[in-house]
């Protein structure tokens, strides 16, 4: 008897939702951007033409890695948001690395839930409490993603004028 083996299907990331010609991952994204319309410049998912920021970091196997933010905010190039459902491992990699290089960095979550789920299976902490205890604000849904860059935005300024 032959016995199939089955492939787990590399998920590959689609644009699901356009808006201001600007093609997103999801619709968490694409709600992001409504709320914060032109105060943020898109950066990752599917958008048009060359990636204009990319952070490097290198990763523990020593290789070099690349990290592209959701946003950048405009006329505050070291500040970013990031919208996530869930925060893995590669994920919080690049939250680190993106903090390490000195970046401020705010992530939106869908909804409450998201952001009190485990880290990774049986995990005491929480993918929010992860956020607090390396120092990156994160809120709890789209329409709270203008309070977040206001934050991010009066952090940098205030580590500018140090």
């Known amino acids: 008897m032959k016995t199939h083996s089955r492939q787990r299907k590399r998920q590959v990331s689609r644009p ?27 950066l990752g998912g599917h958008h048009h033409g060359q990636v204009e920021l990319a952070i490097k970091y290198l990763g523990k196997d020593g290789a070099p890695r690349w990290y592209v933010p959701d946003w950048q905010v405009a006329g505050h190039p070291k500040v970013l948001i990031e919208a996530k459902a869930r925060i893995d491992a590669r994920s919080r990699n690049h939250l680190k690395a993106a903090r390490e290089q000195g970046y401020q960095i705010g992530v939106v979550f869908p ?15 929480s993918m929010g409490g992860w956020l607090e205890v390396h120092g990156i604000p994160y809120v709890t849904s789209p329409e709270q993603s203008l309070e977040l860059l206001n934050n991010l935005i009066f952090t940098d300024t205030k580590t500018e004028a140090i």
């Not at 619709?27 to 409504?34: Q, R």
């Not at 952001?115 to 995990?123: I, N, Q, Y």
């Open 16 to 42: 699901t939702r356009g808006y201001q010609d600007h093609l997103f991952d999801s619709e968490l994204e694409a709600a992001i951007s409504m709320v914060l319309k032109d105060r943020v410049t898109p």
């Open 111 to 125: 909804n409450q839930r998201a952001s009190e789920l485990p880290l990774f299976p049986k995990a005491e902490l």
